[in-house]
C-alpha cells in the first residue's frame, strides 16, 4: 500500500528497521528513541511508554495487533505517554538497559518489553507482554495494559515526587548490577597461575553439571522450553579433548546425541532446512517458528565439531543443509552479507485477508498431504507419514498449541529421533519387501522436494527481516570459513570471504576508526557498533584467515581489536563493555557476560585475544584476555553460565601448538591445510607465514621461519621453541596427536 492510503502513519515510517516499519501505520503516535521524544516528554512532564521489540518476535506481533492497533487503547497511550519503539536488534545498548531491570524486577524477560520511563529515562515499572484487557486466573486478577497504564499514569500525577526518589534508586541498583565483576587482579605471572589452579576443578563441576541436566532420552540439558545453546557444546567437546575429565566419553555422547535429536526433530525444518529458535517441550518436537542467522551460524560450527570428531557423514548433511538454506533464503545477492531472521508467522495461504499463524508455513494437514503426494508411488506417501510421525489428527498436541493455530496440523521430525543410518532399520517392517534401503531414501527425497516446491508455491513465505547486522554476520563469517575447512569445500569460504569484504568495505568506517552495526537495502545506518559486532567478526576473521592463508583478514583483524580495545575495555576492572559511553541516553554501561542464544562478547573476546597473541606473537594481547577471564563474575561461582568463556580459559591453560606453513603455492597450502586440520583440534593456530607476521613482531619466532623445501615447510611452534622445519606430513599429525 501507498503511504496515503493508509489511515494513519506516524515518525515511524521514515526508519530503516524493519521492526519499527511495522508499526509505522499504528494508531500509537511512536517515536524512535532519541532527543525528539526526550524533549517532548520533558517539555510536557509526561511518562515515556518504552516498547522494544524485534521484526520476527512472535509476542511483539500479538501485542500490536491487541493493543499498538486497537484505536481506543492507542488514543489513551496518546493522551497519557510519550511512545518510544525500540527494534533490540539495531539499538542492543537500549535493550540491555532496561531488560536488567525488568529482570530484577519479575525474575525473567523477553520480548516484547514494556517499560515505563521517567522524561529523564529511568524506569518506574516494567514487564513483557501485557494483554489489552482485564482478566481473572485462577483465583488471580491479572491487570491488562489500558489498566496498567491508567494506574502508573495516576501515580506519576498525584505522587510525581516520591516516582522520581524511586526510580532513582532504581538507577542505582542497576548501576551496582552492572559493576559487578570477579576478582579485580592486575595482571601477571601470579595471574595465569590462579587462572590454571582453578581450571580443573571448574572442568569437573560443569562436567557434574551438566550430566546431571542431560536429558538422556530426548538430548539437550534441563527442562522445556528446550534451546540449541551451542556454546554448551563448544564447551563439552574441548572438556573431552583436553583429557582434564576422567571418562569424557559420556560428556561427549551427550552433545553428540543432543545434536542428533535437535537435526532430526521438530527444531529442524526437515523440508527446507535452517533451524528454528527453539522447543516448547522437552522432545524437540514442536518449535517456536522463528529462525534466526545467530542460531544457524552457531549450530553450523557445532556440527562442524561433530563431524570432526565422529566423521558421522549425518552431521556433514546437517551442515551442508544448513549453510543451502542461508544462502537461498538469508544472503543479499547484491552485498553478499546474510539477513537477520525469519519471522514464526505467516499467513495460511496467499489469500492477504487471513489472519497470520505461528507455524502456517511449515505445517500440513493430513488430507492436504494426501492430495500433494496422490501423483506419486503409492507407498510414497504412507513411508512418510511414518518416518516424519504425520497423523491424521495432527501431532501437535494441545498442549503445544494453546492458541489452536496448528491445530489437527503436522509438523515434521523423524520417527524415534534416528539417523539416516538407523532409519531403515526403524521402519523395514513397515515397508513392502521389494523396496530397499537405496529405495526408501530415494522416495523420501522426492516427496520432500515436492513438498517444498508444493511450499513455496503455494504459501505465503514468513516476513524476512532483511537487516543487515554486523555482529551476526561476523558469526557467519566464522562458521562459514570453519565449515570450508572441515567439508573441504571452498565455496563455503568463498561465501566467507565475500561476507568479511562487505564488512570491511562498507561496515567498517575508516574515516572514523568504527564499525557501524546495521545495513539495509545497500544503506549503512548511522549506528555505531558496539561489543559484539567487534568481537563476532574479529573472531570470523580469524577463522577465515585460518581458511584462507590470506595475511589480510589478520591485518583486519588486528585494526578491529585495537580499536575494541580502546573504546570497550574497563582499564579498572577488566573485562569489555557493550558500548563505548559515548550516548548519553543510555544510562548504564553495562557489561555481559552471559553466553545465552548469543555468546558474550566478553567471552568471544578472551579466546580472540589468545588466537591474535599467538598468531601475532604480541603477549599484551594475552594479558587483556586473562583479564577478560578473572573479571566475569561468573567464572568461579557459576560457570554454567558462561561455557564460552570456559573455552578461552582452555585455550589459555593449553600451551597449544602453532603450526606454522610456509609455501608461495596456493593449491599447496589448501592440500596441507586440509590434511592437518581434518581432526577435532580446538586449541591450534594454524598460521601460513607472510612476511608481515615476522615484521610485526622482529624479535619473535617468526625471525628464524622460512621455506626448506621445495613444495612447503612446516614447522611445529611451543611455548616459542619450534621444531625443526619438515613437509612430511604423517610426521607432522605424530606430532599434533
Given at each position: 500500500?501507498?503511504?496515503?492510503?493508509?489511515?494513519?502513519t506516524?515518525?515511524?515510517?521514515?526508519?530503516?528497521?524493519?521492526y519499527l516499519l511495522?508499526?509505522?501505520?499504528n494508531?500509537v503516535?511512536?517515536?524512535?528513541?532519541g532527543?525528539?521524544?526526550f524533549?517532548k516528554a520533558?517539555?510536557?512532564?509526561?511518562l515515556?511508554?518504552?516498547?522494544?521489540?524485534?521484526?520476527t518476535?512472535?509476542?511483539?506481533?500479538?501485542?500490536?495487533h491487541?493493543?499498538?492497533?486497537?484505536e481506543?487503547?492507542?488514543?489513551?497511550?496518546?493522551?497519557?505517554?510519550v511512545?518510544v519503539?525500540?527494534?533490540?536488534?539495531?539499538?542492543?545498548?537500549v535493550?540491555?538497559?532496561?531488560m536488567?531491570?525488568?529482570?530484577n524486577?519479575?525474575?525473567?524477560?523477553?520480548?516484547?518489553?514494556?517499560?515505563f520511563l521517567?522524561?529523564d529515562?529511568?524506569?518506574?515499572?516494567?514487564?513483557?507482554?501485557?494483554?489489552?484487557k482485564?482478566?481473572?486466573?485462577g483465583?488471580?486478577?491479572?491487570?491488562?495494559?489500558?489498566?496498567?497504564m491508567?494506574?502508573?499514569?495516576?501515580?506519576?500525577?498525584?505522587?510525581?515526587?516520591?516516582?522520581?526518589?524511586?526510580s532513582?534508586?532504581?538507577?542505582?541498583?542497576?548501576?551496582?548490577?552492572?559493576?559487578?565483576t570477579g576478582?579485580n587482579?592486575?595482571?601477571?605471572?601470579?595471574?595465569e597461575?590462579?587462572l590454571?589452579?582453578k581450571?580443573?576443578k571448574l572442568?569437573?563441576?560443569?562436567?557434574?553439571?551438566?550430566?546431571?541436566?542431560?536429558?538422556?532420552?530426548?538430548?539437550?540439558?534441563g527442562d522445556?522450553?528446550?534451546?540449541?545453546r551451542?556454546?554448551?557444546?563448544n564447551?563439552?567437546?574441548?572438556a573431552?579433548?583436553?583429557?582434564?575429565?576422567k571418562?569424557?566419553?559420556?560428556?561427549?555422547?551427550?552433545?553428540?546425541?543432543t545434536?542428533?535429536?535437535i537435526?532430526?526433530g521438530?527444531?529442524?525444518?526437515?523440508?527446507?532446512?535452517?533451524?528454528?529458535?527453539?522447543?516448547?517441550?522437552?522432545q524437540w518436537?514442536?518449535?517456536?517458528?522463528?529462525k534466526?542467522?545467530?542460531?544457524?551460524a552457531?549450530?553450523?560450527?557445532?556440527?562442524?565439531d561433530?563431524y570432526?570428531?565422529?566423521?558421522?557423514p549425518?552431521?556433514?548433511?546437517?551442515?551442508?543443509?544448513?549453510?543451502?538454506?542461508?544462502?537461498?533464503?538469508?544472503?543479499d545477492?547484491?552485498s553478499?552479507?546474510?539477513?537477520s531472521?525469519e519471522?514464526a508467522?505467516?499467513?495460511?495461504?496467499?489469500?492477504?485477508?487471513?489472519?497470520?499463524?505461528?507455524?502456517?508455513?511449515?505445517?500440513?494437514?493430513?488430507?492436504?498431504l494426501?492430495?500433494?503426494?496422490?501423483?506419486?508411488?503409492?507407498?510414497?506417501?504412507s513411508?512418510?507419514?511414518?518416518v516424519?510421525?504425520?497423523?491424521?489428527?495432527?501431532?501437535?498436541?494441545?498442549?503445544l498449541?494453546?492458541?489452536?493455530?496448528m491445530e489437527?496440523?503436522?509438523?515434521f521430525?523423524?520417527?524415534?529421533?534416528?539417523?539416516?543410518?538407523?532409519?531403515f532399520?526403524?521402519i523395514?517392517?513397515?515397508i513392502?519387501d521389494?523396496?530397499?534401503?537405496?529405495?526408501?531414501?530415494?522416495?523420501?527425497?522426492?516427496?520432500r522436494t515436492?513438498?517444498?516446491?508444493y511450499?513455496?508455491?503455494n504459501?505465503?513465505?514468513?516476513?524476512?527481516?532483511?537487516?543487515?547486522?554486523?555482529?551476526?554476520?561476523?558469526?557467519?563469517?566464522?562458521?562459514?570459513a570453519?565449515?570450508?575447512?572441515?567439508?573441504?569445500?571452498?565455496?563455503?569460504?568463498?561465501?566467507?570471504?565475500?561476507?568479511?569484504q562487505?564488512v570491511?568495505?562498507?561496515?567498517y568506517n575508516?574515516?572514523i576508526?568504527?564499525?557501524?552495526h546495521s545495513?539495509?537495502?545497500?544503506?549503512?545506518?548511522?549506528?555505531?557498533?558496539f561489543?559484539?559486532?567487534?568481537?563476532?567478526?574479529?573472531?570470523g576473521?580469524l577463522n577465515?584467515?585460518?581458511?584462507?592463508?590470506?595475511i589480510?583478514?589478520?591485518k583486519?583483524?588486528k585494526?578491529?581489536?585495537?580499536?575494541q580495545?580502546?573504546?570497550?575495555?574497563?582499564?579498572e576492572?577488566?573485562?569489555?563493555?557493550?558500548?563505548?559511553?559515548?550516548?548519553?541516553?543510555?544510562?548504564?554501561?553495562?557489561?555481559?557476560?552471559y553466553?545465552?542464544?548469543?555468546?558474550?562478547?566478553?567471552?568471544?573476546?578472551?579466546?580472540?585475544?589468545?588466537r591474535?597473541?599467538?598468531?601475532?606473537?604480541?603477549?599484551?594481547?594475552?594479558?587483556?584476555a586473562a583479564?577478560?577471564?578473572?573479571?566475569?563474575?561468573?567464572?568461579?561461582k557459576?560457570?554454567?553460565?558462561?561455557?564460552?568463556?570456559?573455552?578461552?580459559?582452555?585455550?589459555?591453560?593449553?600451551?597449544?601448538p602453532?603450526?606454522?606453513?610456509?609455501?608461495?603455492?596456493?593449491?599447496?597450502?589448501?592440500?596441507?591445510?586440509?590434511?592437518?586440520?581434518e581432526?577435532?583440534?580446538?586449541?591450534?593456530?594454524?598460521?601460513?607465514?607472510?612476511?608481515?607476521?615476522?615484521?610485526?613482531?622482529?624479535?619473535?619466532?617468526?625471525?628464524?621461519?622460512e621455506?626448506?623445501?621445495?613444495?612447503?615447510s612446516i614447522?611445529?611452534c611451543?611455548?616459542?621453541?619450534?621444531?625443526?622445519?619438515t613437509?612430511?606430513?604423517?610426521?607432522?599429525?605424530?606430532?599434533l596427536?
Amino acid at each position: 500500500m501507498k503511504e496515503e492510503e493508509y489511515k494513519y502513519t506516524n515518525r515511524l515510517a521514515k526508519e530503516k528497521s524493519p521492526y519499527l516499519l511495522q508499526h509505522a501505520h499504528n494508531p500509537v503516535d511512536w517515536y524512535p528513541w532519541g532527543d525528539e521524544a526526550f524533549e517532548k516528554a520533558k517539555k510536557e512532564n509526561k511518562l515515556i511508554f518504552l516498547s522494544v521489540g524485534y521484526a520476527t518476535c512472535h509476542w511483539c506481533h500479538v501485542m500490536e495487533h491487541e493493543s499498538f492497533e486497537n484505536e481506543k487503547i492507542a488514543e489513551v497511550m496518546n493522551s497519557l505517554y510519550v511512545n518510544v519503539k525500540v527494534d533490540r536488534e539495531e539499538r542492543p545498548d537500549v535493550d540491555r538497559v532496561y531488560m536488567t531491570y525488568v529482570q530484577n524486577l519479575t525474575g525473567g524477560g523477553g520480548w516484547p518489553m514494556s517499560v515505563f520511563l521517567t522524561p529523564d529515562l529511568k524506569p518506574i515499572f516494567g514487564g513483557t507482554y501485557f494483554p489489552p484487557k482485564d482478566s481473572v486466573q485462577g483465583f488471580r486478577s491479572r491487570p491488562g495494559f489500558t489498566s496498567i497504564m491508567q494506574a502508573i499514569h495516576n501515580q506519576w500525577k498525584n505522587r510525581e515526587e516520591e516516582v522520581r526518589i524511586q526510580s532513582d534508586n532504581i538507577l542505582l541498583q542497576l548501576e551496582k548490577v552492572a559493576a559487578s565483576t570477579g576478582n579485580n587482579r592486575m595482571m601477571d605471572q601470579d595471574e595465569e597461575n590462579y587462572l590454571q589452579s582453578k581450571a580443573k576443578k571448574l572442568y569437573t563441576d560443569l562436567y557434574e553439571h551438566y550430566l546431571s541436566e542431560y536429558d538422556q532420552q530426548y538430548g539437550g540439558y534441563g527442562d522445556a522450553p528446550k534451546f540449541p545453546r551451542p556454546s554448551i557444546m563448544n564447551f563439552l567437546f574441548r572438556a573431552a579433548k583436553k583429557d582434564l575429565l576422567k571418562e569424557s566419553k559420556p560428556i561427549v555422547d551427550s552433545a553428540l546425541y543432543t545434536l542428533q535429536r535437535i537435526a532430526t526433530g521438530g527444531l529442524y525444518d526437515q523440508v527446507g532446512y535452517g533451524f528454528h529458535r527453539y522447543s516448547v517441550d522437552g522432545q524437540w518436537r514442536v518449535p517456536h517458528f522463528e529462525k534466526m542467522l545467530y542460531d544457524q551460524a552457531q549450530l553450523i560450527r557445532s556440527f562442524c565439531d561433530a563431524y570432526s570428531i565422529t566423521k558421522d557423514p549425518f552431521f556433514k548433511k546437517i551442515i551442508d543443509q544448513t549453510i543451502t538454506y542461508c544462502s537461498r533464503d538469508m544472503l543479499d545477492g547484491t552485498s553478499k552479507a546474510f539477513y537477520s531472521a525469519e519471522d514464526a508467522d505467516s499467513l495460511p495461504g496467499l489469500d492477504a485477508k487471513e489472519k497470520k499463524k505461528e507455524g502456517a508455513f511449515y505445517v500440513f494437514g493430513w488430507e492436504e498431504l494426501k492430495t500433494i503426494f496422490e501423483d506419486l508411488e503409492p507407498e510414497t506417501f504412507s513411508l512418510f507419514a511414518k518416518v516424519y510421525c504425520c497423523t491424521p489428527e495432527g501431532n501437535i498436541i494441545p498442549e503445544l498449541d494453546p492458541h489452536k493455530e496448528m491445530e489437527h496440523k503436522n509438523h515434521f521430525r523423524r520417527i524415534r529421533g534416528v539417523t539416516d543410518d538407523q532409519l531403515f532399520h526403524e521402519i523395514k517392517d513397515h515397508i513392502p519387501d521389494d523396496l530397499d534401503q537405496d529405495d526408501v531414501y530415494d522416495m523420501l527425497a522426492i516427496a520432500r522436494t515436492k513438498l517444498f516446491n508444493y511450499r513455496n508455491e503455494n504459501r505465503a513465505r514468513p516476513y524476512l527481516d532483511d537487516k543487515i547486522l554486523t555482529s551476526w554476520n561476523g558469526l557467519m563469517i566464522g562458521a562459514l570459513a570453519h565449515a570450508g575447512i572441515v567439508c573441504k569445500d571452498s565455496s563455503y569460504i568463498n561465501l566467507a570471504k565475500d561476507c568479511a569484504q562487505f564488512v570491511k568495505d562498507k561496515m567498517y568506517n575508516s574515516s572514523i576508526r568504527q564499525l557501524m552495526h546495521s545495513a539495509r537495502h545497500n544503506e549503512v545506518s548511522s549506528i555505531k557498533g558496539f561489543l559484539n559486532d567487534y568481537a563476532f567478526v574479529v573472531d570470523g576473521l580469524l577463522n577465515l584467515f585460518e581458511a584462507t592463508g590470506e595475511i589480510e583478514w589478520v591485518k583486519f583483524a588486528k585494526t578491529l581489536t585495537d580499536i575494541q580495545l580502546e573504546l570497550f575495555f574497563d582499564e579498572e576492572h577488566g573485562g569489555f563493555f557493550e558500548t563505548t559511553g559515548a550516548d548519553e541516553s543510555i544510562l548504564i554501561r553495562a557489561k555481559e557476560h552471559y553466553d545465552g542464544a548469543e555468546p558474550a562478547g566478553n567471552s568471544v573476546s578472551a579466546l580472540n585475544l589468545l588466537r591474535l597473541s599467538d598468531i601475532l606473537k604480541d603477549s599484551h594481547y594475552r594479558e587483556y584476555a586473562a583479564q577478560t577471564l578473572v573479571a566475569s563474575p561468573y567464572l568461579e561461582k557459576a560457570p554454567q553460565a558462561v561455557p564460552q568463556l570456559c573455552c578461552a580459559l582452555d585455550y589459555l591453560i593449553s600451551s597449544p601448538p602453532q603450526i606454522i606453513i610456509v609455501t608461495e603455492n596456493d593449491d599447496t597450502f589448501f592440500k596441507v591445510r586440509d590434511v592437518l586440520l581434518e581432526n577435532y583440534l580446538p586449541n591450534r593456530v594454524f598460521v601460513r607465514y607472510h612476511r608481515y607476521l615476522r615484521d610485526t613482531t622482529p624479535k619473535s619466532i617468526y625471525l628464524g621461519i622460512e621455506q626448506k623445501h621445495d613444495d612447503f615447510s612446516i614447522y611445529i611452534c611451543k611455548d616459542n621453541t619450534c621444531s625443526l622445519p619438515t613437509n612430511d606430513l604423517n610426521k607432522v599429525l605424530q606430532l599434533l596427536n
